[in-house]
């Protein structure tokens, strides 16, 4: 059973911030409203979440389970601990949580395109297809779910439709450098290989530390046999 709920200003200026990645003061903040409200999940999942943001996924999920314990019919908990099982590699864990979550709102398409992701990295592209292609059919401007679904269709070697998927992802999202770069790799699928290194060389120019688009780009340079501008990334 739930306890005192934490006071929304406090929620609020938690979640600017998050926003704001002032990860210190997040903590800060959610340790006080832990000590205030102990018997509040919301106070531990915020508590998990800025555990997470800080690399901690062990005592982030010792505090989103124990938040999920006091408010399990809460849905936004459930998707948090599934992100984190998922970012730890327990798939199977991972797909629990996001089954609850989608239990408790089977409209909201942000929760069904993370459970996409974590079955995409799972192994299960068809799976992953299916939850995706649900997630853009709740809300067609979700650039994250034609994302996993472009993934989804590219791991497939559907990679005409993936590529279809990918550019709607841009359309909504222009500065997307996942969604960039997996372009990018649907492109070099296809051997459309000048494109495919246009569209890593924009994910750098959003991301210029983005090591996936380095590394791509070097093997489409490669391709190409430009092995000078590939030794370079």
């Known amino acids: 059973m739930s306890g005192a709920a934490p006071p929304p200003g406090a929620v609020s200026r938690w979640s600017a911030c998050f926003q704001a990645g002032r990860l210190d003061e997040c903590q800060r903040l959610a340790q006080e409203l832990v000590r205030d409200c102990p018997d509040s999940g919301k106070a531990w999942q915020l508590l998990g ?37 998922h970012k730890s590699g327990d798939h199977a864990g991972a797909r629990e949580a996001f089954s609850t979550a989608l239990a408790l709102a089977p ?30 059919a709740l809300a067609p401007q979700l650039a994250t779910g034609w994302l996993q679904l472009g993934n989804a269709l590219s791991r497939l070697q559907r990679s005409v439709e993936a590529e279809a998927a990918l550019r709607e992802a841009l359309r909504i999202q222009p500065r997307h ?10 492109l070099a699928a296809q051997n459309r290989l000048r494109e495919a290194c246009a569209a890593a060389e ?19 340079h490669d391709r190409l046999g430009d092995t000078q501008t590939a030794r370079d990334h």
């Open 49 to 85: 979440m800025s555990r997470f943001a800080r690399g901690d996924l062990r005592q982030a999920l010792a505090h989103l389970r124990r938040a999920a314990a006091i408010e399990g019919g809460d849905r936004s908990i459930w998707d948090n601990l599934g992100i984190v099982l």
């Open 107 to 136: 409209a909201a398409a942000g929760i069904w395109s993370n459970a996409a992701g974590n079955e995409l990295d799972a192994g299960n592209a068809a799976e992953a297809q299916r939850l995706a292609a649900r997630a853009v």
């Open 177 to 186: 450098p996942d969604a960039l770069i997996s372009l990018g790799t649907t």
């Open 202 to 220: 924009a994910a750098l120019r959003i991301d210029p530390g983005f090591s996936r688009a380095h590394v791509n780009l070097g093997s489409i």
